[in-house]
Protein backbone atom coordinates (compact mmCIF):
# COMPACT_ATOMS: atom_id res chain seq x y z
CA UNK A 1 0.00 0.00 0.00
CA UNK A 2 2.90 2.69 0.57
CA UNK A 3 4.68 1.41 -2.06
CA UNK A 4 1.33 2.30 -4.05
CA UNK A 5 1.34 6.03 -2.60
CA UNK A 6 5.09 6.79 -3.03
CA UNK A 7 4.60 5.43 -6.74
CA UNK A 8 1.25 7.84 -7.23
CA UNK A 9 3.34 10.76 -5.48
CA UNK A 10 6.11 9.77 -8.24
CA UNK A 11 3.56 10.37 -10.85
CA UNK A 12 2.22 13.16 -9.64
CA UNK A 13 5.37 14.81 -9.51
CA UNK A 14 6.31 14.44 -12.98
CA UNK A 15 2.92 15.29 -14.05
CA UNK A 16 3.39 18.61 -12.09
CA UNK A 17 7.25 19.11 -13.59
CA UNK A 18 5.44 18.84 -16.99
CA UNK A 19 3.16 21.21 -16.52
CA UNK A 20 5.82 24.10 -15.26
CA UNK A 21 7.83 23.12 -18.00
CA UNK A 22 4.99 23.66 -20.69
CA UNK A 23 4.52 26.77 -18.60
CA UNK A 24 7.93 27.94 -18.89
CA UNK A 25 8.46 27.40 -22.72
CA UNK A 26 4.66 28.89 -23.87
CA UNK A 27 6.27 32.07 -22.09
CA UNK A 28 9.50 32.31 -24.26
CA UNK A 29 7.11 31.35 -27.04
CA UNK A 30 5.29 34.19 -26.89
CA UNK A 31 8.36 36.48 -25.94
CA UNK A 32 9.79 35.08 -29.67
CA UNK A 33 6.39 36.52 -31.44
CA UNK A 34 6.53 39.95 -29.99
CA UNK A 35 10.10 39.91 -31.15
CA UNK A 36 9.44 38.78 -34.85
CA UNK A 37 6.26 40.94 -34.84
CA UNK A 38 9.20 44.06 -33.31
CA UNK A 39 11.52 43.00 -36.19
CA UNK A 40 8.40 42.83 -39.28
CA UNK A 41 8.11 46.48 -38.11
CA UNK A 42 11.42 48.03 -38.57
CA UNK A 43 12.06 46.19 -41.49
CA UNK A 44 9.10 47.93 -43.57
CA UNK A 45 11.55 49.49 -46.09
CA UNK A 46 9.50 51.44 -48.04
CA UNK A 47 9.84 51.82 -51.74
CA UNK A 48 13.21 53.54 -52.77
CA UNK A 49 14.69 52.78 -49.12
CA UNK A 50 17.66 50.95 -49.10
CA UNK A 51 17.85 48.63 -45.59
CA UNK A 52 20.91 48.62 -43.62
CA UNK A 53 21.66 45.12 -44.75
CA UNK A 54 21.30 45.61 -48.68
CA UNK A 55 24.39 48.47 -47.88
CA UNK A 56 26.26 45.28 -46.49
CA UNK A 57 25.35 43.21 -49.52
CA UNK A 58 26.44 45.83 -52.05
CA UNK A 59 29.37 47.04 -49.86
CA UNK A 60 30.90 43.87 -49.71
CA UNK A 61 29.79 40.62 -52.24
CA UNK A 62 26.92 40.66 -54.20
CA UNK A 63 27.90 41.36 -57.20
CA UNK A 64 25.25 40.22 -59.96
CA UNK A 65 26.00 37.63 -62.88
CA UNK A 66 25.31 40.28 -65.39
CA UNK A 67 27.98 42.98 -63.82
CA UNK A 68 30.29 40.16 -64.15
CA UNK A 69 29.47 39.49 -67.57
CA UNK A 70 29.74 43.33 -68.20
CA UNK A 71 32.99 42.78 -66.17
CA UNK A 72 35.01 40.69 -68.90
CA UNK A 73 33.14 42.48 -72.11
CA UNK A 74 34.30 45.49 -70.67
CA UNK A 75 38.03 44.42 -70.17
CA UNK A 76 38.17 42.56 -73.52
CA UNK A 77 36.36 45.27 -75.93
CA UNK A 78 36.54 49.10 -73.78
CA UNK A 79 38.91 49.30 -71.34
CA UNK A 80 41.81 50.02 -74.02
CA UNK A 81 39.82 53.67 -74.93
CA UNK A 82 37.75 54.06 -71.98
CA UNK A 83 37.48 54.18 -68.17
CA UNK A 84 34.61 52.48 -66.46
CA UNK A 85 35.39 56.19 -63.77
CA UNK A 86 36.13 59.46 -64.97
CA UNK A 87 39.62 59.13 -66.11
CA UNK A 88 39.70 59.81 -70.14
CA UNK A 89 41.69 57.54 -72.29
CA UNK A 90 41.06 57.55 -76.11
CA UNK A 91 37.29 57.97 -75.48
CA UNK A 92 35.91 59.80 -72.31
CA UNK A 93 35.54 58.41 -69.53
CA UNK A 94 31.95 56.14 -69.07
CA UNK A 95 31.87 57.03 -65.53
CA UNK A 96 27.52 58.40 -65.30
CA UNK A 97 26.97 57.73 -68.79
CA UNK A 98 23.32 56.90 -68.16
CA UNK A 99 23.04 60.56 -67.18
CA UNK A 100 23.98 61.87 -70.42
CA UNK A 101 22.65 59.10 -72.76
CA UNK A 102 19.89 56.55 -72.66
CA UNK A 103 20.33 52.89 -73.58
CA UNK A 104 18.55 53.77 -76.63
CA UNK A 105 21.37 55.61 -78.03
CA UNK A 106 24.10 53.55 -76.79
CA UNK A 107 23.00 49.96 -78.33
CA UNK A 108 23.18 50.89 -81.72
CA UNK A 109 26.27 53.18 -80.88
CA UNK A 110 28.48 50.79 -79.34
CA UNK A 111 27.33 48.56 -82.37
CA UNK A 112 28.40 51.29 -85.40
CA UNK A 113 28.94 54.75 -84.02
CA UNK A 114 30.37 55.58 -87.44
CA UNK A 115 26.71 54.60 -89.08
CA UNK A 116 25.35 57.32 -86.50
CA UNK A 117 27.61 60.09 -87.12
CA UNK A 118 27.31 59.48 -91.03
CA UNK A 119 23.36 59.44 -90.33
CA UNK A 120 24.57 63.02 -88.66
CA UNK A 121 23.64 62.07 -85.11
CA UNK A 122 24.48 65.76 -83.58
CA UNK A 123 25.61 64.13 -80.08
CA UNK A 124 28.30 61.44 -81.49
CA UNK A 125 29.20 64.07 -84.04
CA UNK A 126 30.21 66.44 -81.00
CA UNK A 127 31.90 64.18 -79.44
CA UNK A 128 33.79 63.02 -82.57
CA UNK A 129 34.57 66.10 -83.04
CA UNK A 130 36.14 66.45 -79.61
CA UNK A 131 37.41 63.47 -78.99
CA UNK A 132 39.85 64.71 -82.08
CA UNK A 133 38.19 62.63 -84.60
CA UNK A 134 39.16 59.05 -83.30
CA UNK A 135 36.79 56.53 -84.54
CA UNK A 136 35.74 54.14 -82.04
CA UNK A 137 34.88 50.91 -84.04
CA UNK A 138 32.02 48.73 -84.19
CA UNK A 139 30.83 45.89 -82.06
CA UNK A 140 29.27 42.74 -82.72
CA UNK A 141 27.42 42.65 -79.21
CA UNK A 142 24.18 42.06 -78.52
CA UNK A 143 22.01 44.40 -76.09
CA UNK A 144 22.14 42.15 -73.58
CA UNK A 145 25.99 42.47 -73.96
CA UNK A 146 26.09 46.21 -73.86
CA UNK A 147 23.40 46.45 -71.13
CA UNK A 148 26.04 44.32 -69.33
CA UNK A 149 28.35 46.65 -69.65
CA UNK A 150 26.98 49.85 -68.60
CA UNK A 151 25.61 47.62 -65.50
CA UNK A 152 29.20 46.69 -64.97
CA UNK A 153 30.10 50.73 -65.80
CA UNK A 154 27.14 51.91 -62.94
CA UNK A 155 29.01 49.67 -60.48
CA UNK A 156 31.88 50.72 -60.73
CA UNK A 157 33.71 52.63 -58.15
CA UNK A 158 37.62 53.70 -58.53
CA UNK A 159 39.79 51.14 -56.87
CA UNK A 160 36.73 48.73 -55.85
CA UNK A 161 36.68 45.15 -55.62
CA UNK A 162 36.23 44.50 -59.51
CA UNK A 163 38.95 46.44 -60.69
CA UNK A 164 42.37 44.58 -61.73
CA UNK A 165 44.35 47.87 -61.30
C1 LIG B 1 39.51 52.37 -80.20
C2 LIG B 1 39.02 53.07 -79.04
C3 LIG B 1 37.63 52.73 -78.51
C4 LIG B 1 37.14 51.52 -78.11
C5 LIG B 1 37.83 50.18 -78.18
C6 LIG B 1 35.82 51.77 -77.59
N1 LIG B 1 35.53 53.10 -77.68
FE1 LIG B 1 33.80 54.00 -77.08
N2 LIG B 1 34.50 55.80 -77.71
C7 LIG B 1 35.75 56.01 -78.25
C8 LIG B 1 35.89 57.42 -78.63
C9 LIG B 1 37.12 58.06 -79.21
C10 LIG B 1 34.67 58.03 -78.27
C11 LIG B 1 34.29 59.50 -78.49
C12 LIG B 1 33.44 59.59 -79.75
C13 LIG B 1 34.21 59.31 -81.02
O1 LIG B 1 35.32 59.81 -81.15
O2 LIG B 1 33.67 58.55 -81.83
C14 LIG B 1 33.82 56.99 -77.68
C15 LIG B 1 32.56 57.20 -77.16
C16 LIG B 1 31.81 56.26 -76.50
C17 LIG B 1 30.56 56.51 -75.82
C18 LIG B 1 29.91 57.87 -75.60
C19 LIG B 1 30.56 58.43 -74.32
C20 LIG B 1 29.98 59.68 -73.76
O3 LIG B 1 30.59 60.20 -72.81
O4 LIG B 1 28.96 60.17 -74.22
C21 LIG B 1 30.14 55.32 -75.31
C22 LIG B 1 28.89 55.06 -74.50
C23 LIG B 1 31.12 54.33 -75.67
N3 LIG B 1 32.12 54.94 -76.38
C24 LIG B 1 31.05 53.02 -75.31
C25 LIG B 1 31.99 52.06 -75.63
C26 LIG B 1 31.89 50.68 -75.26
C27 LIG B 1 30.75 50.09 -74.43
C28 LIG B 1 32.97 50.05 -75.74
C29 LIG B 1 33.32 48.59 -75.68
C30 LIG B 1 32.33 47.65 -76.17
C31 LIG B 1 33.78 51.05 -76.44
N4 LIG B 1 33.15 52.26 -76.34
C32 LIG B 1 34.99 50.80 -77.07
C33 LIG B 1 36.74 55.08 -78.45
C34 LIG B 1 36.62 53.73 -78.23
Known sequence: ??????????I?????????GILIALVFVQADIEML????????WG??????NEHLLLDTVSVS?????????????CQQCHSAGAEVIIGP???????????????PW????????????PYGTALYNKYNKNMMQSFELTEYEIRAIIAYVQVYREQVYLSNK
Do not use: H
Not at 1 to 10: E, G, H, R, T
Not at 47 to 52: D, N
Not at 93 to 107: C, P
Open 47 to 52: CGTVSP
Open 110 to 121: VQNSQKMIAAGD
Open 93 to 107: GLKGILERRSMEWIV
Open 1 to 10: MIYLFSKLAQ
Open 12 to 20: FGLLALCVV
Open 37 to 44: AQEEQTSN
Open 65 to 77: DTVIVGKVLFDNN
